[in-house]
């Protein structure tokens, strides 16, 4: 039997690499992380993390500053969606697990076509050509 495959609801919400960043930083909003240390937390790559919290940054919903060689990381309090994240990432760890197998698609069964094959085109030359040559002689 195939183990089923389990994973919480902000993963279902998220592509998984951002819902495990939201995760690290709205856990503990008040603690800024720096890059690398988000990337190897989250289990990302590092340009993945990269991406990520620049999408993050780009909607206002983290913020960023830089202190020395590193760029530290973490939830932006003063915007609008700051008090909706930190509920959703803290309601998660709350909500049962979901089994993820149960969430896709059947694929449907393959219809049989309702055309008929046509006759392949007639091939003889007096048939093709029978109707455009008799007045050229």
Same mark, same amino acid.
């Given at each position: 039997?195939?183990?089923?495959?389990?994973?919480?609801?902000?993963?279902?919400?998220?592509?998984?690499?951002?819902?495990?960043?939201?995760?690290?930083?709205?856990?503990?909003?008040?603690?800024?992380?720096?890059?690398?240390?988000?990337?190897?937390?989250?289990?990302?790559?590092?340009?993945?993390?990269?991406?990520?919290? %620049?999408?993050? @940054?780009?909607?206002?919903? +983290?913020?960023?500053? &830089? #202190?020395?060689? $590193?760029?530290?990381?973490?939830? !932006? /309090?003063?915007?609008?969606?700051?008090?909706?994240?930190?509920?959703?990432?803290?309601? %998660?760890?709350? @909500?049962?697990?979901?089994? +993820?197998?149960?969430? &896709? #698609?059947?694929? $449907?069964?393959?219809?049989?076509? !309702? /055309?008929?094959?046509?006759?392949p085109y007639p091939l003889s030359?007096?048939?093709?050509?029978?109707?455009?040559?008799?007045?050229?002689?």
């Amino acid at each position: 039997m195939k183990p089923t495959k389990r994973s919480d609801i902000i993963e279902l919400l998220f592509p998984t690499a951002r819902a495990r960043i939201l995760r690290l930083l709205f856990n503990r909003p008040n603690k800024a992380r720096y890059l690398s240390e988000l990337a190897q937390c989250s289990d990302v790559t590092f340009s993945t993390a990269h991406e990520e919290l %620049a999408s993050l @940054v780009a909607a206002g919903v +983290v913020m960023t500053y &830089r #202190r020395g060689s $590193r760029r530290y990381f973490r939830p !932006a /309090r003063d915007h609008r969606m700051f008090p909706h994240l930190l509920g959703l990432v803290h309601e %998660a760890d709350r @909500v049962p697990s979901i089994d +993820v197998s149960q969430l &896709r #698609r059947n694929k $449907r069964p393959k219809l049989k076509s !309702a /055309r008929r094959k046509r006759a392949p085109y007639p091939l003889s030359s007096d048939r093709i050509y029978s109707g455009t040559l008799k007045g050229l002689h």
